[in-house]
Each structure stands twice: as C-alpha cells, then as structure tokens.
C-alpha cells in the first residue's frame, strides 16, 4: 500500500493561492490505475472530494471548485499537487491527499490510502 504525506501552508490569507504537495513512497504515482485525489474536510462538516490526476496524468476536478482549482504533478519527484486560487474563510479545512486503484472509490470518497491531513486555515 502506498504511503502518502501532504505539505503546505497552514495559514493563507484571503484571496491568496493555496499550494498543497503530496509526497508518494511505496508505489509510482504513473503506476497504471491508480488515481491521486485531494479531499478536505472543513471544520464541522462532512467530507469534500476536490479533484484528481490519474495515472496518465489526466486531471478531473469537483465542478463546484473547477474554476478554482488547478492539479500538476512532477513525476521526478513522485509528487501531485494541487493549487486552490483566490481562498476565502470558507477554504478553511483539513485537505487530505489519497490514492485508489478504483476512480470510484475516489469519487465516493473512500479511498484506500490517505495523508495525514494538513490543517490550512484562512484569515487575515
């Protein structure tokens, strides 16, 4: 199973871009079928799939976020990313990377390996 660890900011000022990296051991992020996903989950609320690159490093985006959300990945690295634009208070969340063989395990946002999470909240 593979192991995944994010990294990013834990503060961001409103309207400023969120950058958050995953770093992936245990399995190449080109390994065919598998998809690397972001998922947050704000404080009191449920959870909340955002996006994903799969193997081929084509990239899907939540179309309630698509405008603002933007995914990369450096293979050399064995890194995905995924940049979140002009945050507001209500960006404020734990943002979790995950992996799964399964596209549909993703979307219904049960994926087999997650991060730990990194916690980003938005003030000023």
């Known amino acids: 199973q593979v192991q995944l660890q994010e990294s990013g900011p834990g503060l961001v000022k409103p309207s400023q871009t969120l950058s958050l990296t995953c770093t992936v051991s245990g399995g190449s992020i080109t390994t065919s079928g598998y998809a690397w996903s972001w998922i947050r989950q704000p404080p009191g609320k449920g959870l909340e799939w955002m996006g994903l690159?799969?193997?081929?490093?084509?990239?899907y985006n939540s179309p309630s976020l698509k405008s603002r959300t933007s995914s990369s990945r450096d293979t050399s690295k064995n890194q995905f990313s995924l940049q979140l634009s002009s945050v507001t208070p209500d960006d404020t969340a734990v943002y979790y990377c995950?992996?799964?063989?399964?596209?549909?395990?993703?979307?219904?946002?049960?994926?087999?390996?997650w991060g730990q999470g990194n916690q980003v909240t938005v003030s000023s």
């Open positions: 995950a992996a799964d063989q399964s596209f549909h395990n993703i979307l219904i946002i049960n994926p087999g390996s």
């Open positions: 690159i799969a193997a081929d490093g084509s990239t």
